[in-house]
């Protein structure tokens, strides 16, 4: 055994630790205190990110998208002769880990807080947001009651009032379904609220829901639910979880016989790894994004252009472009305030992305002026194909909302 | 007043046509949680210990077999179309079990041999510790985001047997047929009018183009009721032949263990140290080896099981993979009786029919809670589970 | 008089205490700090709460998070719905939401204690994982609390005095259910079982009660993780927490409350410091390949040079301290050297940022513990006035010596 000596040692070494921990934190919040985020010769911005735990392959790409939109802001100049310095810090796919994370970035000084992929790590970064006022994009956040917080909360995506309702409408009006069924992710909030937005919309459009199963994500086998709903015979079923799950759901539901039912989806299928891990049994089947590969707009040229010089491969997931978009977005609002010769601090930095018209982002254009943090984005409908993912037909938010 | 709110839950209720296809689907997810069971038993049945980074022994041995996969030309970057053999199927399975083997009694050696002098719950947070450190320390080194997936190219198996218990009745056979027939037509003249118009995207048709595909999916969606008519009016069990080949390697895998438990000196001493470790020791058998090897066989099982729930599922991987099939195999091995054998296999079995009896109850939300809410009802009668022994033991 | 005197004395100091780490806040001025703080003082009640029932009676419950969150949701939904600002004073109610919590965590205690009782060890390990994650997945299965999106808290009510209050209380608590006759008791039942009903205890009464007060205590942090956060996400309440609270425990000497309640702090502030890592310079620190490896080869070398020391030096002494102090330091120079000899191979293709490897630092950290203390930290020690004293007197002679 140790002597008594050894683990007073040990002790005093770890509340050493402590202090200095304490201690690190205390002296780095100074630049919190005055609420500029100018340290130096350098603007800060923060981004929470998934860096580890579950949620990694998507915290993973928003970094690499944000850091690539900061480094080509730096490579043309930054803003005034000043750099700017992506501070990232991991939530470690957890809430309460996600809250510290934005807190801590708040007490470095950062004028904008950009994050998360996921809602429920947002919702508590909105908290944050809203005590400190500064301004928050969500990257991936599409729960629709987040932006409702606070005048300082945003988003570059779309939120599930349109992704729902597009699928719906999709399914409905152009695909001809009359019988569909939802296959749901239980653990996962993103794929709860878009399978009930698609259940309302669809039944409102007059379609019948004839079965909705459960999984939680991590499983690996669907057999007893695809069965099930193949005793229902639908004519489409509607799986809103993410890509990790959706290939093998496909199978399954391929397996079970429902060998003519057309496949639906959500943003969370958007991944190069779909059609491997769905093979055969996924082609054919149309899912809801953002942007698409092969889309012809300059923007989204330029950006995979770049994205694969700087990483060597296309973004993992649609994460990827939505982080720059929303680190984009950000320093656009940062070159407005440079050219009108305001200072760069969280007041003006809100008043400035709150009051963004028309940015080309490679999600789209999108406008937060007078839109309560959402704007009003374009929903892509992406078919899979033996080839990739093939653009299929685009709705405007106006033309599912406003019917 | 009871009865009233009973009836429609019956009428909603499950659909019994469906039993013996769903009583099959928990017989081979079973046949998978036991051989990930046996693992579990095994090494608590010597070392007393729960080996929590069991599960991420797995989760590498889903690696390996993609690694191997990719070696092949498996993956999705690499040029040419290789051909799925069952060749391949089979050095993929035999890495996995060789690779988790070898993981196995690295992490006996490293972490578990120095604590087996310690009290057993600083042996169990040292199993968590090493469970953790996979989990995220493997994420730096295998690739993981995108999670990748082994491409379902590699399975020979994929094609679907049927087997049909009761036939449908032929008027609904035929109307079936008739509507395929009627669909077949419609699409010949969907094709044509596309081409006419000259549009390769069929959501850009002109009105009246509109109106030849609303035709023909109204066709889809007649077939699609009719073949549901036969599917409802018929009792079928369907299967890719892939699970029937994870039930012939299951069964093959449990007798080769059965053998070498039962049969061989390996086997009688690694019972003899189950049944009294400090004993076996005194009577000269070589503890130490003893671990190892149940270490590298119960591995050697999670490997084979990961690798073949993730090549014929294709189930993306990442570091978390064996978070949940481990915790289930977990239960399943202390339902049986932890450290019996039979007993993890009974658990296993019992663990995947409860799961599929509980979607076809119509419970899917619920599924995984089920299997808890078993373990417990089981553990308050017969306290030592199923199989197993319940004298009174202290931490 | 002198017994009231004291009482008194100590329900003050507590009270000091609890209202100085309220005013904290504003002393250190930064947010995140004193975030970092407050969640450690919740975790020291979770981990304290799980070693009167782990560590002193010796029941192996792994579920504790269970409790956590039942405590958190009842009132959590409650504040939600009933709560009316006009009508009670935040503070008040959430001290008798506290209780309200307590209880409720308290009863699911007893259901899930009574019974389970009957199983030896592991079972009652699984059993209380089992009810862990049923809990999960029926709280992530009803729609009033948000399903799998959790649901916020309105209002929020922070009140850190009382995290830290209560924080007090178990401590107290633990420790005064230790001191006196019937603590006794929970040491017989921890130590041995047969022998301590032969000498008349009442096991089975025991058990129940420390698992039960201890769920009720871990309730009652639920209560104020949730008004605190003011937004809950079962995700949070996953088997994952509970074996992190397992870990306080154990790695600060299962039995301990001062180890219990260390540890909690320790592993808490771990991650969070090492977000802020910085090398000499002044940037950021960060590891490649060769560096990573580096700290598996340091790690695996630290523990075979402490034990060969204990070895080479068998009497206590000054060489054996600094032979130990030494083969504990000397190896982590492989980190940097690997780091900057492999930097020149495809290893070091990836660097990667201290803030980013935490998670596997945080598991290495639980390994090493557990391989060179395998009693925790602390062992069965405490903390005493008596013990420090005896250490200084210990440590002056032998420097004088």
Redesign the interface.
């Known amino acids: 055994m140790?002597?008594?000596?050894?683990?007073?040692?040990?002790?005093v070494a770890?509340l050493g630790?402590?202090a200095?921990?304490?201690n690190?934190?205390?002296t780095?919040?100074g630049g919190?205190?005055s609420g500029g985020g100018e340290s130096g010769d350098e603007i800060l911005l923060g981004l929470v990110a998934s860096?580890?735990?579950?949620l990694?392959?998507?915290?993973?790409?928003s970094v690499r998208g944000a850091q690539l939109a900061v480094d080509q802001a730096n490579l043309a100049g930054g803003i005034d002769g000043k750099k700017i310095r992506l501070v990232?810090?991991?939530s470690?796919?957890?809430?309460?880990?996600g809250?510290?994370?934005a807190?801590?970035l708040?007490?470095d000084g950062v004028v904008t807080l950009l994050g998360e992929v996921a809602?429920?790590i947002t919702?508590?970064m909105a908290?944050v947001a809203v005590?400190?006022g500064l301004p928050l994009i969500a990257v991936g956040a599409t729960?629709t009651t987040i932006t409702t917080k606070g005048d300082n909360i945003f988003r570059v995506c779309y939120t599930d009032d349109l992704q729902g309702p597009v699928m719906a409408k999709f399914a409905y009006d152009?695909?001809?379904?009359?019988?569909v069924a939802i296959i749901t992710d239980?653990?996962?909030?993103y794929?709860?609220?878009l399978s009930e937005t698609f259940r309302k919309h669809f039944e409102s459009l007059g379609g019948k829901i004839v079965g909705e199963?459960?999984?939680?994500s991590?499983?690996?086998?669907f057999?007893?639910?695809v069965?099930?709903l193949?005793?229902?015979?639908?004519?489409g079923v509607f799986l809103s979880g993410y890509?990790?799950?959706v290939?093998?759901l496909a199978?399954?539901i391929?397996?079970?016989?429902m060998t003519?039912?057309k496949l639906l989806g959500g943003d969370g299928w958007d991944?190069?790894?779909i059609l491997?891990?769905?093979?055969?049994a996924i082609v054919g089947g149309y899912f809801c994004n953002h942007y698409n590969s092969q889309e012809d707009r300059p923007e989204v040229k330029d950006f995979l252009a770049k994205f694969n010089d700087a990483y060597g491969a296309e973004p993992?997931?649609t994460m990827g472009a939505l982080a720059f978009d929303a680190a984009a977005l950000a320093i656009d609002a940062m070159k407005r305030l440079a050219a009108e010769g305001k200072e760069i601090n969280r007041e003006n930095m809100t008043a400035a992305i709150g009051s963004t018209m028309d940015f080309k982002g490679v999600s789209g254009s999108i406008t937060l002026e007078g839109m309560g943090g959402n704007p009003p984005k374009r929903a892509l409908i992406v078919e899979l194909t033996r080839e990739g993912q093939v653009p299929?037909?685009s709705y405007e938010a106006a033309e599912v909302l406003g019917s | 007043m009871g009865l009233e709110l009973y009836l429609p839950l019956v009428a909603a209720g499950p659909d019994f046509s469906t039993l013996p296809q769903q009583l099959t689907n928990g017989l081979i997810l079973g046949s998978i949680y036991a051989l990930i069971a046996l693992g579990y038993t095994m090494v608590y049945g010597v070392l007393r210990l729960i080996n929590f980074a069991h599960g991420e022994v797995y989760m590498l041995g889903a690696y390996t077999a993609l690694l191997v996969s990719w070696a092949f030309g498996f993956a999705p970057t690499s040029p040419g179309d290789p051909k799925a053999s069952v060749l391949v199927l089979a050095v993929m399975l035999l890495a996995s079990m060789v690779v988790c083997a070898a993981v196995g009694a690295v992490i006996e050696y490293l972490a578990y041999r120095p604590m087996r002098k310690q009290s057993r719950i600083s042996a169990l947070i040292t199993a968590i510790g090493v469970s953790l450190l996979l989990q995220y320390g493997g994420a730096l080194f295998l690739p993981a985001s995108p999670p990748p997936t082994i491409s379902g190219k590699v399975d020979p198996f994929a094609s679907i047997a049927t087997l049909t218990l009761s036939p449908p009745p032929a008027d609904l056979v035929d109307a079936e047929e008739a509507a395929r027939a009627e669909l077949a037509a419609r699409e010949t003249s969907l094709e044509q009018t596309m081409e006419a118009e000259g549009v390769r995207n069929q959501f850009d048709l002109s009105p009246e183009g509109k109106e030849v595909l609303q035709a023909k999916q109204a066709a889809e969606r007649e077939v699609n009721r009719t073949a549901g008519a036969v599917e409802t009016g018929s009792i079928t069990i369907k299967l890719p032949q892939n699970r029937l080949v994870i039930l012939g390697t299951v069964v093959g895998l449990m007798a080769a263990l059965w053998f070498l438990v039962m049969k061989t000196k390996t086997g009688r001493s690694m019972r003899a140290a189950s049944h009294d470790f400090e004993s076996a020791s005194l009577m000269g058998i070589n503890v130490n080896r003893v671990v190892s090897i149940t270490f590298m066989i119960g591995s050697a099982l999670a490997g084979a099981g990961a690798m073949m729930n993730a090549t014929f599922t294709g189930t993306s991987l990442t570091t978390f993979y064996g978070l949940l099939p481990g915790v289930k195999a977990f239960v399943a091995a202390v339902l049986g009786g932890i450290g019996n054998i039979p007993g993890a296999v009974l658990g296993g079995l019992i663990m995947g029919l409860a799961e599929e009896l509980s979607v076809w109850a119509g419970f899917s939300g619920y599924k995984d809670a089920v299997a808890f809410i078993i373990l417990i009802v089981v553990l308050l009668f017969r306290p030592g589970g199923l199989l197993g022994s319940s004298k009174v033991e202290k931490v | 008089m002198k017994f009231w005197t004291v009482r008194l004395l100590s329900v003050a100091a507590a009270f000091a205490f609890a209202f100085a780490m309220q005013g904290l806040g504003s002393v250190i001025g930064d947010d995140y700090a004193y975030r970092v703080i407050n969640v450690s003082g919740i975790f020291i009640t979770l981990a304290v709460s799980l070693n009167l029932i782990n560590g002193i009676t010796g029941q192996f419950s792994i579920g504790h998070a269970a409790f956590y969150q039942v405590g958190a949701y009842v009132t959590g939904y409650m504040t939600l719905k009933m709560f009316d600002p006009g009508g009670m004073h935040p503070t008040l109610w959430l001290i008798m939401m506290m209780f309200v919590g307590a209880v409720a965590a308290g009863l699911l205690g007893l259901v899930v204690g009574l019974p389970s009782l009957r199983l030896r060890g592991d079972y009652l390990a699984i059993v209380t994982l089992g009810f862990n994650e049923i809990i999960r997945i029926i709280s992530t299965n009803i729609p009033e609390v948000g399903g799998a999106a959790g649901f916020n808290i309105k209002p929020k009510i922070v009140e850190p005095w009382l995290i830290w209050m209560l924080a007090v209380i178990c401590i107290a608590l633990s420790r005064n259910l230790l001191k006196n006759a019937h603590g006794l008791t929970f040491w017989a039942v921890r130590e041995d079982e047969v022998a301590s009903s032969a000498m008349g205890v009442n096991n089975t009464r025991i058990k129940v009660v420390a698992f039960v007060v201890g769920s009720a205590l871990a309730g009652a942090a639920g209560v104020l993780y949730g008004h605190f956060e003011g937004f809950l996400d079962p995700k949070v309440f996953g088997m994952q927490q509970s074996f992190i609270i397992l870990t306080m425990v154990v790695l600060g000497g299962t039995g301990s409350i001062t180890g219990s309640a260390l540890a909690a702090v320790f592993l808490t502030v771990l991650p969070e410091y090492l977000r802020d890592l910085k090398d000499p310079t002044g940037n950021e620190l960060a590891l490649n390949g060769g560096g990573i490896i580096g700290v598996f080869a340091a790690s695996i070398l630290m523990i075979w040079a402490v034990k060969r020391m204990k070895t080479m030096f068998p009497v206590k002494g000054r060489n054996r301290s600094l032979a130990e102090v030494g083969a504990h330091l000397v190896p982590w120079a492989l980190v940097p050297l690997l780091n900057a000899v492999l930097a020149s191979t495809p290893l070091a293709a990836n660097t990667y940022r201290v803030s980013e490897l935490r998670m596997v630092f945080f598991a290495l950290v639980l390994i090493l513990v557990m391989q060179l203390r395998p009693s925790g930290v602390f062992g069965h020690h405490e903390f005493s006035w008596n013990w420090l004293k005896s250490l200084f007197s210990r440590f002056r002679k032998e420097q004088t010596a």
Do not use: H
């Open positions: 140790f002597g008594k000596r050894t683990w007073w040692l040990t002790g770890a630790l402590l200095v921990g304490c690190g934190g205390a780095a919040g919190g205190e860096q580890n735990g579950d990694k392959p998507w915290g993973d790409d990232i810090q991991d470690n796919s957890d809430a309460t880990q809250k510290s994370a807190e801590k708040a007490s809602s429920s919702e508590v908290d005590e400190k729960k152009d695909l001809g379904l009359r019988n239980n653990k996962q909030a794929s709860k609220y199963e459960f999984y939680e991590g499983a690996v086998n057999a007893g639910q069965t099930k193949a005793q229902a015979s639908p004519e890509f990790n799950e290939g093998p199978k399954a391929r397996g079970a016989g003519d039912a991944s190069r790894e491997q891990s769905g093979g055969d993992g997931t299929a037909k």
